[in-house]
């Protein structure tokens, strides 16, 4: 079991970036695959991001592809969403989760998340 904690949530006018992180620990968390969810208000839990263990694979759902990047520095733990050109139907919290892929149901471990609001 690994444990998550996300950070760096804010607010922003549209066309600003953010970057959130997620701080990682446990024994297996340098070898999870991770990725990034977020739920805006009123929706499901959508998928945005995701990263192989090694970052030999990076995946993006289409409505974030060019404006998001998802990176991991394994010498610290953390694992990052550098979001720019930010639109406001970006507004939701944003959840780090560790030991899956694409579908949200194969993870194992998630944080708690952190907000993040984009006004135009």
């Known amino acids: 079991q690994v444990q998550l904690i996300e950070s760096g949530g804010g607010s922003v006018e549209a066309g600003g970036s953010l970057r959130v992180s997620c701080a990682g620990s446990?024994?297996?968390?340098?070898?999870?695959?991770v990725g990034w969810f977020r739920r805006a208000p009123g929706k499901d839990r959508e998928f945005v991001a995701a990263?192989?263990?090694?970052?030999?694979?990076?995946f993006y759902t289409d409505s974030v592809k060019g404006r998001f990047i998802i990176s991991r520095d394994n010498a610290n733990g953390t694992v990052y969403l550098q979001m720019t050109n930010l639109k406001t139907e970006d507004t939701a919290v944003y959840y780090c989760?560790?030991?899956?892929?694409?579908?949200?149901?194969?993870?194992?471990?998630w944080g708690q998340g952190t907000q993040v609001t984009v006004s135009s």
């Open positions: 446990g024994r297996t968390w340098s070898r999870l695959n």
């Open positions: 990263m192989t263990f090694n970052g030999f694979r990076k």
């Open positions: 989760a560790a030991g899956g892929w694409i579908n949200a149901a194969s993870y194992t471990s």
